[in-house]
């Protein structure tokens, strides 16, 4: 028995120290990207891995996204396992045709021939007042094709166990690192362990009203419900940490033992992924136990705003998640 | 849109309504005002013409189906539109004061006990939540008894559970039926009821009773589930014998000069109607003129109220195949013979042929039952609820009796009064059928 | 003396003044702002053209009113030199409903549409279609407008540089493209990006000119440009031009910038594109010391000027958040 060493480290060093571990043993792996060298990319994850893993396996590349992309996917193709840093979530739009159409497809299309173990690390969005081509969350894009599995985690622990299940993976995943979360800090072991994709975790347990939310919005959730312990609601928070796969299970179970849900996430509410959630829990058996509306809180349907006021105003804050569960366990 | 065929409420007391037969099969063409299907009220069949032209997409319901009023029971339309695979139930076309009558029947049978009402838009479904909708589905609660306390009235599990935690026995059986079960130590736990949201009403009870009491002989080798006219004839039977006490008096009367009457007069009516004067008329005629000098008699009991009918209508048993209708003569005391025999014989040939209109069935104020033509003198008759009381005539037999002293052979007859104790009392029965007994004695009178 | 100089034939003594002042404009602005950004006063990010000047004056300096540009993230040099209002400008940065973009867009995104420029782009190639279509339009409606399309090296290795650049040359569109060479794509040297000396080579690649300028030569870039913009005008299609120059500060606000060295900045430096034509003004007898102090010193209160307008301005109200967008 070796002692387990753990360290409070911020998300950011969590993403690091997954990949560094996997690439100190797994020849295969390596890092591609704009960026990633010396200047230790845009928000510096990658800071330091230069110097210890060469350029050979930390990879500047040129500000080349369908490139890099598709260079991934026939890198991942022949057997290597390729991490492809993508310096925003945006610039996806850029690479669209080698995910959509090359890296989720291959493997089916070729009769299960081949295999395209890649992953896209990219940062997305809001609030560091980037505006509008810098500060998207699309990751109901992603969700939406078959053959991509799509992780967003919350915090640094999910996020180092996460990665390493990602990479492990032999299909093509798209990695979402919430680029408020860069900074925050949480208690992370030492050495290597893997958190299984398609296992939801309960962040905070309650019985008045299950709250599914995903990223950055967990932590507005949290506060939240610390707000309306006081008023004595009890708020069952699920993170899903990956959103394909979906865990169902989790999710239909909670709402079966409050009766109430609540979709939270940062992206456009329109077309996102929180309707998936909200139609899965219709269609599942904890229909039948629903005892308020589902509701759904989301970003407005407008391009991110620069200024900053607007900005917070365009994406659920903690009170507008205060005011839905108000609303929604009204009739306790 | 495929337009709804519907069960037609025929009568203010019509709640269901039994389905005797088609005239069509799903696929044939249906023109507006063709015969479409046939059903049974309370005691009559009747046929139902098609409101639309079209297709006939759907038929719910089949022969003996029992109907509640306005339920759907089966579509027209164009061909291949679509329709749903079971009947979505109460009707969307039903209009509000069918709602409000079916609603006031069970309503006045409710105690003080104060319920929020919640006003529900007929047609309208109640609102309700998914886990309000299975808890009220657990405890068989009907949803639109529920005061709900979301938005737009909207139902909630805590509305459920407040409804449900009231007093059992309040929220879902009348006061009157608990206390009949309560004297007859009737179970009601294992009763379904079948009032307005399932509530126990005096009905249940008495059949409850009634299933207690009958045991199906042991050796029986033929079955029947009784249906249509049946189980309406058996419904209403039990439900007047268990709720009305009856007490019967009889009394025997000369009709001498009631068969010198009807000699006379058989002639003119005959040659004015076409039709031959029977006992039958006369003893109508008579029973109706002294109706009307007996208000108390004619009165109807409904829902702890005595109403006092100014109209005397006076109806007929008829036995029919496989039953028993009463038919109506209206305004009995302003016609004359020729007028009752000509009605009599027709209402009576429309019984038997089951053509009687739903007109015709309605509003008696005391009823006649004649079994005059077999070897019966006296019986108890059931009233016909919700009158008070009803006439059983017996055979007219040549009897030796005793007039002034003297042993005389004379026609006699004998006539049950079955009355209602809970309107009227004895003395006022006997006081009745002793003033019949005179007026047909003297019949003359009627034709003043 | 003007007539020593070999320049275009509309530019004007008083052109040459006034984009001299434009030039201490353009450099007070961004250095205004990096300011501003240092102390937190603005937040979001910025791209900051200080050491390019002379490739936005002069390269904009030649055009029509009816020309047209396409910008970049790093455009507040093309927007001032688009006779862009430096008001406008200061406002959106600080994110007030005075700015350009009401305060919705920030600096990547800077548009002044009626002076011609349509706009900053925060995709690193995502406006060079753009242009394309922008000069398609002039072309199908005769409009005799030539569009200037900048972006920088790193976009050259952008897939939307290839594309556009070939469908220009097959449709002989009036566009103009400039390649801006700072040296840098954010930190990626242009030396490992990049396999050829010089981006204008590519130009050959579709059968349309290429040619390399010094960026910092403000005579240079006025007269290569003008000829590149007037053979366009006539029909024969696009250029190629590539600005050799440098940005003195980083990427963008947060840049160690490590990719690179002191000596190297340092030499740079020394290029300066203000400096040389300040001098070259004063040599020719067009400006004098005291003229040009007095030139960079309004250029200065006039972005003092402009601060103060940003900081006395409205933000935009809550109810704004929706305006604007279609669906």
Redesign the interface.
């Known amino acids: 028995m070796t002692e387990i060493k753990i360290r409070e480290i911020t998300y950011l060093e969590a993403v690091r120290e997954a990949m560094s571990q996997e690439m100190r043993q797994n020849e295969d792996v390596f890092i591609l990207g704009?960026?990633i060298?010396?200047?230790?990319g845009?928000f510096g994850v990658t800071r330091g891995m230069i110097e210890e893993f060469g350029p050979e396996r930390v990879r500047?590349?040129?500000?080349?996204?369908?490139?890099i992309a598709g260079g991934a996917v026939g890198a991942a193709l022949t057997g290597m396992r390729p991490i492809l840093e993508l310096q925003f979530s945006?610039?996806i739009t850029?690479a669209m045709d080698q995910l959509v159409n090359q890296a989720a497809k291959t493997r089916y299309m070729f009769g299960g021939k081949g295999k395209v173990p890649m992953v896209v690390r990219t940062p997305a969005g809001s609030g560091?007042?980037?505006?509008?081509?810098?500060s998207q969350s699309l990751e109901a894009w992603m969700a939406h094709i078959p053959g991509l599995k799509v992780v967003q985690p919350s915090n640094a622990y999910d996020a180092k166990g996460l990665l390493k299940a990602a990479m492990d993976d032999d299909n093509p995943v798209i990695f979402y690192e919430h680029k408020l979360l860069y900074r925050t800090q949480c208690n992370v072991p030492e050495e290597q362990y893997s958190i299984p994709l398609g296992k939801a975790d309960i962040k905070r347990e309650g019985k008045d009203v299950t709250i599914v939310a995903t990223a950055i919005m967990v932590h507005k959730t949290l506060e939240a419900a610390t707000e309306l312990e006081k008023e004595g609601i009890d708020v069952e928070i699920i993170d899903p940490r990956t959103i394909v796969p979906l865990d169902e299970e989790a999710i239909i179970e909670s709402v079966k033992k409050t009766?109430r849900l609540i979709v939270v996430h940062e992206a456009v509410k329109r077309g996102g992924f929180g309707g998936e959630i909200a139609s899965m829990i219709a269609e599942s058996e904890a229909?039948?136990?629903?005892?308020?509306?589902i509701k759904r809180l989301g970003g407005?349907?407008?391009?991110i705003?620069?200024?900053?006021?607007?900005e917070k105003?365009?994406v659920p804050q903690v009170p507008d998640i205060i005011e839905a569960v108000k609303e929604t366990v009204?009739?306790? | 849109m495929a337009k709804e065929i519907f069960m037609p409420k025929l009568s203010s007391t019509m709640e269901t309504g039994t389905l005797l037969e088609w005239f069509k099969e799903e696929g044939d063409t249906v023109e507006i005002g063709e015969p479409l299907f046939e059903i049974l009220t309370d005691k009559i069949n009747i046929e139902v013409e098609a409101y639309d032209d079209g297709i006939l997409l759907k038929r719910y319901f089949d022969t003996d189906d029992q109907v509640p009023v306005n339920h759907v029971i089966g579509y027209i339309g164009q061909a291949n539109e679509q329709v749903p695979a079971e009947s979505p139930g109460e009707s969307g076309e039903s209009n509000e004061s069918n709602e409000q009558a079916l609603q006031e029947e069970t309503v006045a049978e409710e105690a003080e006990r104060p319920l929020v009402a919640v006003s529900v838009i007929s047609g309208e479904k109640p609102r309700a939540?998914?886990?309000?909708?299975?808890m009220a589905k657990t405890n068989q609660v009907e949803l639109t008894a529920i005061a709900g306390?979301?938005p737009n009235g909207?139902v909630?599990?805590?509305?459920v559970n407040e409804y449900v935690n009231e007093d059992q026995a309040h929220s879902k059986i009348t006061p009157l039926a608990n206390k009949i079960a309560k004297h007859e130590n009737v179970d009601i736990t294992t009763i379904s009821g079948s009032g307005l949201n399932g509530k126990i009403v005096k009905q249940d009870i008495s059949a409850a009773i009634q299933e207690k009491s009958t045991k199906a002989p042991a050796s029986s080798q033929k079955r029947r589930k009784i249906g249509g006219m049946r189980k309406v004839i058996s419904d209403r039977m039990s439900q007047s014998a268990f709720t009305a006490p009856h007490v019967t008096l009889t009394s025997e009367i000369d009709t001498t000069k009631v068969k010198e009457l009807r000699v006379q007069l058989l002639p003119i009516v005959e040659k004015q109607t076409g039709m031959r004067l029977s006992y039958t008329e006369v003893i109508i005629k008579a029973v109706g003129l002294v109706l009307s000098r007996f208000p108390a008699v004619n009165a109807s009991f409904i829902n702890d109220e005595i109403i006092y009918n100014d109209a005397v209508h006076i109806g007929l048993a008829v036995a029919v195949p496989d039953g028993l209708m009463v038919p109506v003569l209206k305004d009995v005391n302003q016609k004359g013979l020729a007028d009752l025999t000509m009605e009599a014989k027709e209402i009576g040939k429309r019984a038997r042929e089951q053509k009687l209109l739903p007109d015709q069935l309605k509003g008696s104020t005391f009823t006649i039952s004649n079994l005059g033509m077999y070897a019966i003198d006296a019986f108890t008759p059931i009233i016909n609820q919700p009158e008070t009381a009803i006439l059983g005539v017996g055979r007219m037999l040549e009897k030796p009796v005793v007039i002034k002293g003297e042993i005389e052979v004379r026609p006699m007859m004998t006539l049950s009064l079955s009355f209602d104790h809970r309107v009227i009392d004895g003395a006022p029965a006997a006081e009745f059928l002793t003033e019949l007994k005179r007026v047909l004695e003297n019949p003359f009178e009627l034709l003043v | 003396m003007l007539s020593t100089m070999k320049l275009p034939s509309h530019i004007t003594e008083k052109k040459l003044k006034s984009l001299y002042k434009e030039m201490w404009l353009i450099r007070y602005f961004d250095e205004k702002v990096d300011q501003f950004f240092a102390k937190g006063m603005i937040?979001?990010?910025t791209h900051l053209c200080v050491g390019q000047e002379a490739s936005a004056s002069g390269s904009i300096g030649v055009l029509q009113a009816k020309d047209k540009i396409i910008s970049t993230h790093r455009g507040h040099g093309h927007c001032i030199a688009k006779e862009g209002d430096v008001n406008k400008m200061m406002a959106?940065l600080f994110?007030?409903v005075t700015g350009y973009?009401k305060?919705?867009?920030?600096?990547?995104?800077i548009a002044d549409v009626e002076k011609g420029n349509l706009g900053a782009?925060?995709?690193?190639?995502?406006g060079i279609p753009l242009a394309v279509g922008a000069a398609l339009t002039s072309k199908m409606k005769n409009q005799g407008y030539v569009v200037l399309c900048f972006f920088g090296d790193?976009?050259s290795?952008?897939?939307?540089f290839h594309e556009a650049l070939n469908l220009a040359a097959i449709w002989d569109l009036p566009v103009v493209f400039i390649c801006e060479n700072n040296q840098y794509?954010?930190?990626?040297p242009v030396k490992?990006?990049?396999r050829i000396e010089n981006i204008a080579e590519r130009a050959s690649a579709y059968g349309i000119p290429g040619k390399v300028v010094d960026g910092n030569d403000m005579i240079e870039i006025m007269n290569t440009v003008h000829e590149a913009v007037e053979k366009a005008r006539e029909g024969n299609g696009p250029a190629l031009i590539e600005m050799k120059t440098y940005r003195w500060k980083g990427h963008s606000k947060s840049?160690?910038k490590?990719?690179r060295t002191r000596e190297e900045e340092t030499e740079w430096r020394k290029k300066d594109g203000i400096k040389r034509f300040k001098d070259l003004l004063i040599e020719e007898k067009i400006l004098s010391e005291e003229e040009a102090n007095k030139l960079q010193e309004e250029a200065k209160k006039e972005i003092e000027e402009a601060v103060k307008f940003a900081e006395n301005s409205p933000?935009?109200p809550?109810e704004?958040?929706?305006e604007d967008?279609y669906?």
């Not at chain 1, 705003?305 to 607007?310: Q, S, W």
């Not at chain 2, 939540?129 to 299975?134: K, L």
């Open positions: 704009e960026d060298g010396v200047y230790g845009a500047n590349t040129p500000i080349s996204e369908a490139a945006d610039f850029i560091t007042g980037a505006a509008a081509q810098h009766g229909f039948d136990y629903l005892d308020s509306p407005l349907a407008v391009p705003p620069y200024n900053p006021t607007l105003a365009v009204r009739f306790k | 939540t998914p886990a309000a909708r299975r306390s979301g909207r909630h599990v805590k509305d | 937040h979001g990010t959106e994110g007030r973009c305060g919705k867009g920030g600096s990547m995104h782009n925060g995709i690193v190639g995502g790193g976009a290795n952008e897939g939307s794509g954010m930190s990626g490992e990006m990049t840049d160690a490590k990719y933000e935009p809550l704004s958040l929706l967008v669906a």
